[in-house]
T-cell receptor, first 114, second 114 residues
């Protein structure tokens, strides 16, 4: 099976712009989670989608949003970008509706905000 | 909210030396997972522990889950240069209704010198 794929891999934006990141989970996986990784804050959970519904949400402002499509592919959007949004954005998929599921991470999208 | 701390933050060892990282959660965990992230890479699942006091081994790696299910450790025997990376523990932090939401520890960065 192909792994989790994320596009684009690298992105440079300026403050105030918006950005959309895409994630394709492993075939058959229905849960997609998004994480932000920065040197200062580490790995932080953004949100999780399951069957096109947001099931869990982290403590991020409303500028961060996401959605999931019927084929389980997911997108996340960040509006009105700030310098502090520069980070590695990781998508992870897991197969089933369980709290013990392993997360399979994609390679990430490196976002730089200038 | 739930917090997961790891110590040490950094560890430099000579190849062949042992290494241990410790993980402590502010809340009791139903399970704990360990991930490894190579420099420039993404987190990769290593193992999951579920039972109180559980010990699991993977070749030179030994994982332990505390009796109170609030702490865990990862021990590497005779480190090799291939062990270089950051090791994260992670516990489920989702809503009681289920779902995938991992709270990651702060991570321990391991460097191995020849």
């Amino acid at each position: 099976k192909a792994g989790v794929t994320q596009t684009p891999r690298y992105l440079i934006k300026t403050r105030g712009q918006q950005v959309t990141l895409s994630c394709s989970p492993i075939s058959g996986h229905r849960s997609v989670s998004w994480y932000q990784q920065t040197p200062g804050q580490g790995l932080q959970f953004l949100f999780e989608y399951f069957s096109e519904t947001q099931r869990n949400k982290g403590n991020f402002p409303g500028r961060f949003s996401g959605r999931q499509f019927s084929n389980s592919r997911s997108e996340m959007n960040v509006s009105t970008l700030e310098l502090g949004d520069s980070a590695l954005y990781l998508c992870a998929s897991s197969p089933a509706d369980s709290r013990t599921d392993t997360q399979y991470f994609g390679p990430g999208t490196r976002l730089t905000v200038l | 909210g739930q917090q997961v701390m790891q110590i040490p933050q950094y560890q430099h060892v000579q190849e062949g030396e042992d290494f241990t990282t410790y993980c402590n959660s502010s809340t009791t965990l139903s399970n704990i997972q360990w991930y490894k992230q190579r420099p420039g890479g993404h987190p990769v699942f290593l193992i999951q522990l579920v039972k109180s006091g559980e010990v699991k081994k993977q070749k030179r790696l030994t994982f332990q889950f505390g009796e109170a299910k609030k702490n865990s450790s990862l021990h590497i025997t005779a480190t090799q240069t291939t062990d270089v990376g950051t090791y994260f523990c992670a516990g489920p932090g989702g809503l009681t209704g289920g779902g995938n939401k991992l709270t990651f520890g702060t991570g321990t960065q391991l460097k191995v010198e020849l």
